[in-house]
T-cell receptor
Framework: AQKVTQAQTEISVVEKEDVTLDCVYE???????LFWYKQPPSGELVFLIR??????QNEISGRYSWNFQKSTSSFNFTITASQVVDSAVYFC?????????????FGSGTRLLVRP | ETGVTQTPRHLVMGMTNKKSLKCEQH?????MYWYKQSAKKPLELMFV???????ENNSVPSRFSPECPNSSHLFLHLHTLQPEDSALYLC???????????????FGDGTRLSIL
């Protein structure tokens, strides 16, 4: 069975603080893909990043960085110098590579509130 | 502008009404999806269409009826809904090649549905 756990339901930080959103996944597939999405109050899910299971390099994009560790089945997301506009719900998602159904398994999401 | 447009943005209907949700994608993708997002529950995949053919029905009640006339348009026909069907309904699309599963899904803003 595939599962994504985001243990942090809600995080509140003050602007300019760094914040890390945790994501732990379970899968039996040897090839799989991990995603992060942002859902602002407007409702749409905005794609942030995709990671392949065979590529464990960490990635940085501006103030965003992702730490993928297969040994602990984690794919954590860090926002550096947070801003009020970062306030949103963030979802981690998993998709098995051998699954022919295109099913994307989402975590329950972490609500991030960045206060001025 | 996300490339995936959903209408209406908000819908209030009685349990005996019949209505339809519409989704249109302008990204040239070949797969489209319906998701349900309820309060305090993870995003739930409802239906998947690939090249207009339904490839997944995730045990959705028959009061939800999808229709995909072409790769750019997806409808969700609703009839005799229940109060627990009140939720945000999200449409997504992706460009799938075979069963790879590594392509990100791009989401619309969603339709917020309230059942009286």
């Amino acid at each position: 069975a595939q599962k994504v756990t985001q243990a942090q339901t809600e995080i509140s930080v003050v602007e300019k603080e760094d914040v890390t959103l945790d994501c732990v996944y379970e899968t039996r597939d040897t090839t799989y893909y991990l995603f992060w999405y942002k859902q602002p109050p407007s409702g749409e899910l905005v794609f942030l990043i995709r990671r392949n299971s065979f590529d464990e390099q960490n990635e940085i994009s501006g103030r965003y960085s992702w730490n993928f560790q297969k040994s602990t089945s984690s794919f954590n997301f860090t926002i550096t110098a947070s801003q009020v506009v970062d306030s949103a719900v963030y979802f981690c998602a998993l998709r098995g590579g051998m699954d022919s159904s295109y099913k994307l398994i989402f975590g329950s999401g972490t609500r991030l509130l960045v206060r001025p | 502008e996300t490339g995936v447009t959903q209408t209406p943005r908000h819908l209030v209907m009685g349990m005996t009404n019949k209505k339809s949700l519409k989704c249109e994608q302008h990204l040239g993708h070949n797969a489209m999806y319906w998701y349900k997002q309820s309060a305090k529950k993870p995003l739930e995949l409802m239906f998947v269409y690939n090249f207009k053919e339904q490839t997944e029905n995730n045990s959705v009640p028959s009061r939800f009826s999808p229709e995909c006339p072409n790769s750019s348009h997806l409808f969700l026909h609703l009839h005799t809904l229940q109060p627990e069907d009140s939720a945000l309904y999200l449409c997504a699309s992706s460009q799938e090649v075979g069963g790879g599963g590594n392509q990100p899904q791009h989401f619309g803003d969603g339709t917020r549905l309230s059942i009286l």
